[in-house]
């Protein structure tokens, strides 16, 4: 229990500086003992530096043995693959990356060569001043070091000075897709590991013997399957030397469950609403034209819509070959309506022409006409309507046969189209469908 020093102000000087000094013990002694106890019961001592590096140790210089090249081997947890971008063309990873080298330099000190466990964890600001190798992500937009609750890296050194330095951590990468048999695609994106500054003469990159690498089986992409990943060397050679690279290879198969219910079956119903025009009569304009205008705008907000996150390509798509050939059939409905109704006013021409009347002669004013009336002699006597009726009934039934005629043929195209528009489409799906699912 401590004094209280309010109590203390209003003592003498002498008695002022007696508790100061008792204060100062009763803090060594509640702080200070029990680490001290500890030492003697564990019987060890403290690690210091200076116990494992010499006086001459060179950081910078990677620890060749013999003139050989140092290696490092990794190790890579993948606990989690998400965010996959097609617009940045980017993907995060969060995982779990162990390097591990030796280093011949290294003093190991007795009490770790006689304990039972074969490594001693180490500060992590002593890599500061040990040598460590120059690792970076190659196809790395953005590295994150994860902090919570504590930094998540540590460094263990091994009784055969062998060095392990493990860290968690969370990538954004990019990843080169390729988006000709969207969205029948398979991506292929990778994580890079290469040196810096160490060229293959002093340094080395390669995978752990036994397990270099696993991925978390609870993975689960929302638009994408994991389908496949694969450890290669991606070593390459600039113009200042050869450098040594490895990665890891992820193969991603696009789902097709969204598109089909977002973007396929829409858009054929799209083109089949365009063919009920087929079955409504040609004297229904209005009902026709709006009918085949507002599909073949729709057909275009779908189109629009289907490549919303999708980076301005300059190639064709598997999908722009389907929305193509969607649009040209819903554009042929509207035109094959033209040539209905250029069928179906032709005939109007014909009632366009003015009636021509024949001259029916008037008996009265014939000479000889008169003088037979007037003697009374049976003339035939001319009936100047019936005459007219005569006239316009026949031209009236021949433009009402012109007009069945022309109508039956237009109603032939329509016929024609009920059938073959669906079939042709049918068609040209199942072409679709066999060269796009066999691609992917």
Known sequence: MFYDWTEQLNRPKSQVYFVKIIYILQFLSTQMLPL????????????????????????????KEN?????????????????????????????????????????????????????????????????????????????????????????????????LYMVKLTLLLSCAMKFQSYPHDTQTC??????????????IFDWETESPLVVESAIELPQHELVDYKLADCSQVYSSGNFTCVEVVFTLKRRLGYYIFHTYIPTCLIVIMSWISFWIKPEAVPARVTLCVTSLLTLSTQHAQSQKSLPPVSYIKAIDIFMSYCTIFVF????????????????????????????????????????????????????????????????????????VKRRDRALIVDKVSRWGFPSTFVLLNIVYWSVYLDWS
């Open 190 to 203: 990778e994580l890079k590991i290469e040196s810096l500054s160490y060229t293959m003469d002093d340094l």
């Open 36 to 63: 001290i106890y500890a030492k003697e019961v564990d019987g060890s001592k403290l690690l210091n530096m200076k116990n494992i590096l010499p006086p001459q140790y060179d950081n910078l210089q990677p620890p």
């Open 332 to 403: 042929a409905s509207l035109m094959e309506y033209a040539l209905v109704n250029i069928l179906m006013t032709a005939d109007e021409k014909l009632n366009s022409i003015p009636t021509t009347t024949t001259t029916t002669t008037n008996i009265y004013h014939q000479p000889s006409l008169r003088a037979s009336t007037a003697t009374g002699n049976n003339v035939p006597i001319v009936n100047e309507n019936s005459t007219k009726i005569r006239t316009n009934s026949r031209r009236g039934s021949f433009r009402s046969s012109v007009f």
């Open 67 to 163: 003139g050989k090249p140092t290696v490092v081997r990794f190790h890579v947890w993948v606990l989690s693959i998400d965010s996959i971008d097609e617009g940045s063309m980017t993907y995060v990873a969060d995982i779990f990356i162990s390097q591990s080298w030796k280093d011949h330099r290294l003093k190991i000190p007795d009490e770790l060569t006689n304990t039972s466990s074969n490594y001693r964890l180490l500060p992590l600001k002593w890599l500061d001043y040990m040598w460590r190798p120059d690792s970076f992500f190659k196809n790395a937009k953005q590295v994150k070091f994860q902090e919570m609750t504590i930094p998540n890296h540590y460094i263990w050194l091994y009784s055969d000075k062998r060095i």
